[in-house]
């Protein structure tokens, strides 16, 4: 995610019910491509994802295990792609999250639209081949229309390359809104969390459910961690990784320190609101079967 290079520089629950609840995706707005809702989180829902951009047997471990385990894993092999040939310590890693019935996706940087399409369409290849990954994690992602083409041809080519598989993509930022017929999902937010605080939203992001949006927060003091999920749920992010890690030299060769608090937190907050959506059910349904009582003693 948003790296030049592994040693380089990254670019109260109620509250969290509440927002997340927002209706999704209004009419008139962009179709979602036709896996999108198979690939989310239920609206209302945030779920967590990881990054796993670390050698470390330990680290990957110590995320499938969790309870609940991350709904998706970011598989980087070199940094820019699937490399040259398959890895086996990756390849049983892979294998055990799959098990856990864990969503894999192959990181390939498009480096902004400047990378040789040929050289994202091979690691497509390769991850498929290698490593059976659900799908692509296109990242260093252009966010001007100018590149969109660049990426509706990638998006074409990773469908047939991988069947029925998911798309993500990361320009870290909130991009045209053309993207978001292109990726399943989108990265809107990649950087600290100082920076997470006076992130403004488009207004557009509103015509789409939460699933179809991710953020990514670093330098997240502990202390700071619940508000950050909080805050995620108002701003409408389905997924969601949270680390106490600093942007420099690299967020992401570690869980952060509270990452059992983080799961913990998050699948607090899916839990509740499906309670409240539940709630919310039963008395529409017991508004509508008093009115029909009113309406034969009328």
């Known amino acids: 995610m948003h790296r030049v290079s592994r040693n380089v520089a990254f670019r109260s629950i109620a509250a969290v019910l509440l927002a997340v609840l927002v209706p999704g995706t209004v009419a008139g707005a962009t179709a979602a491509p036709a896996l999108a809702a198979q690939a989310g989180p239920a609206s209302g829902c945030q779920r967590t994802f990881v990054p796993a951009y670390a ?14 385990a991350p709904s998706v894993i970011i598989l980087d ?15 049983a890693l892979v294998g055990k999250a799959h098990a ?4 894999i996706l192959g990181y390939s940087s498009t480096e902004y639209g400047q990378r040789p399409a040929a050289q994202v369409e091979a690691d497509a290849r390769n991850y498929k081949a290698w490593y059976q990954v659900n799908g692509m994690f296109p990242d260093l992602t252009a966010s001007s ?14 469908h047939t390359a991988i069947p029925a598989s998911v798309i993500w993509l ?45 953020n990514t927060i670093y330098a997240t003091p502990g202390p700071d961690l619940a508000s950050a999920v909080s805050l995620a749920g108002i ?26 608090q983080e799961v913990a937190a998050v699948a607090a907050s899916c839990t509740a609101a ?24 009328n």
């Open 100 to 103: 856990a019935g864990i969503t």
């Open 145 to 158: 229309t100018g590149e969109l083409g660049y990426y509706q041809n990638l998006a074409r080519y990773i």
């Open 274 to 297: 499906a309670t409240l959506v539940a709630q919310s059910n039963l008395i529409s349904g017991q508004a509508k079967v008093t009115a029909h009582r009113e309406g034969w003693n």
């Open 235 to 260: 701003r409408r992010a389905g997924y969601l990784y949270v680390t106490d890690l600093p942007g420099s030299p690299n967020p992401y060769n570690a869980l952060p320190s509270y990452w059992p």
């Open 170 to 214: 990361n320009p870290g930022d909130f991009p045209a809104p053309g993207y978001m017929s292109v990726g399943n999902v989108v990265m809107v937010f990649e950087g600290s969390y100082a920076g997470y605080r006076q992130l403004q939203v488009p207004s557009w992001a509103s015509q789409y459910d939460p699933s179809r949006f991710v």
């Open 77 to 91: 092999i070199t940094g820019v792609g699937a490399g040259t040939a398959p890895v086996p310590h990756f390849q």
């Open 55 to 68: 050698w470390s047997a330990a680290f990957w471990t110590h995320a499938i295990d969790s309870h609940p």
